[in-house]
């Protein structure tokens, strides 16, 4: 078990592009959940799948944002047509059903996007 | 609505020192509580949780932390802090809503430590 992979670990690009991370949750996980935490903030909750089904999307998400979980193992984040304001740390956590009061999610250590 | 304050934006205390990080929380029944650090460019790591029973509770590190309800209260601990605690906590309180387990993160402590 090596924990959640996230991929890139950086990300830099120009306003307008389109981006995708990756996230690897722990094998076992069937939970996967989506955060963005921006400077000087808390983690903020985005999305939620429970094995392939997306189960809750936060307002936070706009259109411009699309995740997926094809086969319930990796997710994928889009950002479409990126804007400054999307700056920020993106982090992926996993968790297995019923032990998330107990035990807490596991999370990885984040993809961070710069939007120039 | 349920959320979390960390009043103390920065702390600094000098290394073999107490601590206390102050964690206030709003919530309608018995919360689980947990207390995470991160350090810079990283992730969160879990110190510490509370989801019932003995209102003090022992983390990683050395780190513990009370539950006081009559307080609203979660203000994690360490009797003499390290020059590697330095870092970010944040408190967060598990929030389950039409079965999705969410987090609510307060927006941070930033620990310095001094030689």
Redesign the interface.
């Known amino acids: 078990d090596t924990g959640?992979s996230?991929d890139p670990r950086h990300k830099i690009t120009k306003r307008g592009q389109n981006v995708t991370f990756r996230c690897d949750p722990i094998s076992e996980h069937n939970?996967l959940?989506w955060?963005r935490q921006t400077l000087?903030?808390?983690?903020?909750?985005l999305t939620?799948f429970q094995n392939e089904a997306q189960?809750?999307k936060s307002r936070l998400l706009s259109d411009r944002f699309s995740a997926e979980r094809p086969k319930g193992s990796f997710s994928t984040l889009e950002i479409q047509r990126t804007e400054q304001g999307d700056s920020a740390m993106y982090?992926c956590a996993s968790?297995r059903t019923g032990t998330?009061?107990?035990?807490?999610?596991?999370?990885?250590?984040?993809t961070?996007l710069t939007v120039v | 609505a349920q959320s979390v304050t960390q009043p103390d934006i920065h702390i600094t205390v000098s290394e073999g020192a107490s601590l206390e990080l102050r964690c206030n929380y709003s919530y309608g029944a018995t919360p689980y509580l947990f207390w995470y650090v991160q350090s810079p460019g990283q992730g969160l790591q879990l110190l510490l949780k509370y989801f019932s029973g003995d209102t003090l509770v022992q983390g990683i590190k050395g780190f513990e932390a009370e539950f006081k309800r009559s307080q609203s209260s979660f203000n994690l601990r360490k009797p003499s802090v390290h020059w590697s605690d330095a870092a970010e906590y944040f408190c967060a309180v598990g929030s389950r809503t039409s079965g999705t387990y969410k987090y609510i993160f307060g927006t941070g402590t930033r620990l310095k430590v001094l030689a």
């Open positions: 959640v996230q939970r959940y955060y000087g903030q808390g983690p903020e909750f939620y189960l809750e982090l968790s998330e009061g107990n035990y807490g999610y596991t999370f990885g250590s984040g961070r």
